[in-house]
């Protein structure tokens, strides 16, 4: 993922009017797949997860002063990059079992997967051909396991469940030799840029270029069907001195895969089919396709004592995102031994059961005037609104009142709550219906709006 810091920086507004719509049919047709579906589980695993560190973020030296954390601080950066390539030598996930992987996302409501193939530090999670440096390595001791090849598992396993696979692909990778060469005076401060000047240096850029392409055709060619590649590394983009020419890639790309959508985050232009804004959600409604990627714990990768949302937590944030026309793809960093953190599972089972029986307001709608006001947030499907009353999040009783307002201009001819019929009243901008015979407790509450 960015840095922190960035995130504060970029402004939505400003990336969705840089937003420039796709003009291939397939792909169109993809993203209203895409903005269906509404709800994906991202997982952050790699070497990282072993050490319960921040993702790749420590191997800069620039980024050491916030990103090691409680790292032991008597290392020299050189010395603590050792031992991080090194954590290929002991990364041995034997209780991967992508299937129950699978099952727990698709009982949780879950619609899509996005992993992590290969993140900035450039250990790869699939069986690459172009580096040493993966999972399938004969160094690494899970390659001896059948199930060695990670992303052909998992994804296989999530597509066996029914969920679509998008793909995670770092465009930064800070173990290539044509990225952090050796050598360059610039090596001796690494940066999260290359370590020589890409202009100075055009043979070899153009030889790092040509890896990133291979890798890429490599996952789309050789790993069934994926929906999109989530290219993260915003810094690598022309106006960095950093072109990677990823119009070109993506034309050879389609030509695998037509259907495909790229996600070139933070870059804008026509390689970002959508917005990606980061542990955050917009303050208004955007307009342009887009997905919040928000973790369930307070970090992307594993944290030994990490703490979890609750599930009314995660349940109000996707009804407030849906409502301004997003996805959540809500994520969770497994262990290093290749299981979900056990905390994970009752909440995702929570979540699942509101999902089971409210879905219909959540997947499939778009947003609709007022999007969220007061303590509802609103999505619509045809002649249907849904407007979803959204507990004060501090009241642990979730109680809902025996009488309910509900903020309204359209005009409205029934109104139905737990397959019922109630009366209502309506004026001018709001109406008002009894609840005082369907008591119950709901994280949270859908009305279903039958306009006129």
């Not at 291939?24 to 695993?45: A, R, T, Y």
């Not at 369930?296 to 609750?310: C, P």
């Not at 026309?325 to 497994?334: E, F, T, V, Y």
Request: net charge negative; glycine share 6%.
């Amino acid at each position: 993922m960015e840095l922190p810091a960035f995130n504060k920086l970029h402004n939505h507004s400003y990336t969705e009017m840089r937003y420039v719509k796709p003009k291939d049919p397939q792909v169109l047709k993809s993203l209203e797949q895409f903005q269906d579906n509404k709800f994906g589980i991202m997982f952050h695993w790699g070497l990282y997860s072993q050490w319960g560190i921040i993702e790749s973020w420590a191997l800069p030296d620039a980024d050491r002063e916030w990103a090691w954390g409680d790292i032991d601080s008597d290392l020299t950066c050189a010395e603590f990059k050792q031992q991080y390539w090194d954590l290929k030598k002991t990364f041995n996930p034997v209780r991967f079992r992508p299937e129950q992987w699978a099952k727990t996302a698709k009982d949780a409501g879950f619609k899509y997967v996005l992993f992590t193939t290969k993140h900035h530090d450039g250990f790869c999670m699939w069986d690459t051909k172009y580096t040493d440096f993966k999972v399938t390595s004969p160094e690494c001791p899970y390659s001896r396991n059948p199930r060695a090849d990670i992303c052909k598992e998992l994804f296989d396993a999530f597509r066996n469940e029914g969920l679509k696979v998008h793909a995670y692909f770092s465009k930064p990778d800070w173990h290539c030799e044509y990225y952090w060469t050796k050598g360059f005076s610039e090596n001796e401060y690494m940066t999260r840029n290359p370590s020589y000047k890409t202009i100075f240096h055009p043979k070899l850029w153009k030889r790092f270029c040509e890896y990133t392409k291979n890798q890429m055709l490599e996952l789309v060619s050789n790993y069934g069907r994926i929906e999109c590649l989530w290219l993260d590394g915003g810094q690598v983009n022309p106006s960095n001195m950093q072109n990677i020419h990823l119009s070109k890639i993506m034309e050879e790309v389609r030509k695998i895969q037509p259907w495909i959508m790229v996600a070139d985050r933070t870059v804008g232009g026509k390689n970002e089919n959508f917005i990606t804004p980061e542990q955050t959600i917009p303050d208004h409604p955007i307009t342009v396709p887009w997905e919040s990627c928000i973790t369930l714990g307070s970090s992307f990768s594993y944290r030994f004592d990490d703490t979890y949302k609750d599930a009314k937590t995660v349940i109000h944030m996707l009804c407030d995102i849906v409502a301004k026309g997003g996805n959540l793809a809500l994520n969770i960093g497994p262990r290093p031994d290749g299981r979900l953190p056990e905390p994970v599972y009752p909440i995702l089972q929570d979540i699942g059961k509101w999902l089971n029986k409210n879905g219909y307001a959540i997947y499939g709608t778009r947003p609709c005037s007022p999007y969220r006001k007061d303590m509802f947030a609103y999505t619509s499907k045809g002649n249907e609104m849904y407007a979803i009353y959204l507990p004060d999040e501090n009241d642990s009783s979730n109680a809902l009142p025996d009488t309910v307002t509900i903020p309204v201009s359209e005009k409205i001819s029934q109104v139905f709550f737990n397959g019922n019929s109630l009366e209502f009243t309506q004026n001018d901008d709001s109406i008002t219906v009894n609840t005082s015979t369907h008591h119950q407790t709901e994280i949270a509450y859908v009305f279903t709006l039958k306009k006129s």
